[in-house]
């Protein structure tokens, strides 16, 4: 019976000094694409819309508070184009500028709708014209509720070696006849760090 214990003991010093080690050695590191108004970590600060350009507007709340967030509007009318319109975060407008993001793990954001029921994707990257690079991912459609939830997109396989699309709002009129409003906050890339 001792030896058991001492044997079990051992064991479990063995994986507490491992998760120690694991925990130190691998910390988690964050690129933010919007943390804050003005926060110096924000990247991608080009906003661009496509689709129906009328129906989205971007705005930040509480500018003046450590609290602010993102807040998208779209109202959809019955003469639009395409039926669909998005929000990207671009790295600027020059095309030939990108980031390589390839060390980055997933990218997690908090969301929510004004109501609840509001239904949005959530797209990293962009389309490739090398047929074999997957160079975007998305969450497929969400049903957002009225509470701040967080999210995440695995990007796990995808290439980002000349990122340019950091981050991207997709929203449809099919699924939002009457207009939504959308909230974002705390958006960014994370990344184990080794060192």
């Not at 990247?43 to 500018?63: A, T």
């Not at 990108?98 to 609840?116: H, P, Q």
């Not at 009225?146 to 995440?152: C, F, G, K, R």
Request: charged share 25%; hydrophobic share 40%.
């Amino acid at each position: 019976m001792i030896i058991r214990y001492l044997i079990f003991s051992r064991i479990v010093l063995a994986a507490y000094i491992l998760l120690f080690f694991i925990h130190n050695c691998l910390a988690l590191s964050s690129f933010y694409i919007f943390k804050d108004y003005k926060a110096n970590v924000n990247h991608f600060l080009s906003v661009v819309r496509n689709g129906d350009l009328d129906n989205i507007n971007y705005k930040i709340e509480n500018k003046d508070k450590d609290n602010s967030f993102i807040k998208i509007s779209y109202r959809p009318t019955d003469w639009d184009k395409y039926g669909w319109s998005s929000i990207s975060w671009m790295i600027s407008n020059n095309e030939e500028e990108s980031y390589n993001m390839l060390e980055a793990k997933r990218v997690v954001f908090l969301a929510r709708g004004d109501t609840g029921g509001e239904i949005v994707q959530f797209e990293i990257g962009s389309i490739s014209e090398i047929q074999d690079k997957v160079t975007s991912t998305s969450t497929g459609a969400l049903i957002l509720t009225n509470n701040w939830q967080e999210y995440s997109i695995d990007l796990e396989g995808v290439d980002l070696s000349s990122l340019k699309v950091a981050f991207s709002l997709i929203i449809n009129k099919i699924d939002n006849l009457n207009g939504a409003d959308i909230y974002l906050d705390e958006i960014r890339y994370e990344f184990w760090n080794s060192e």
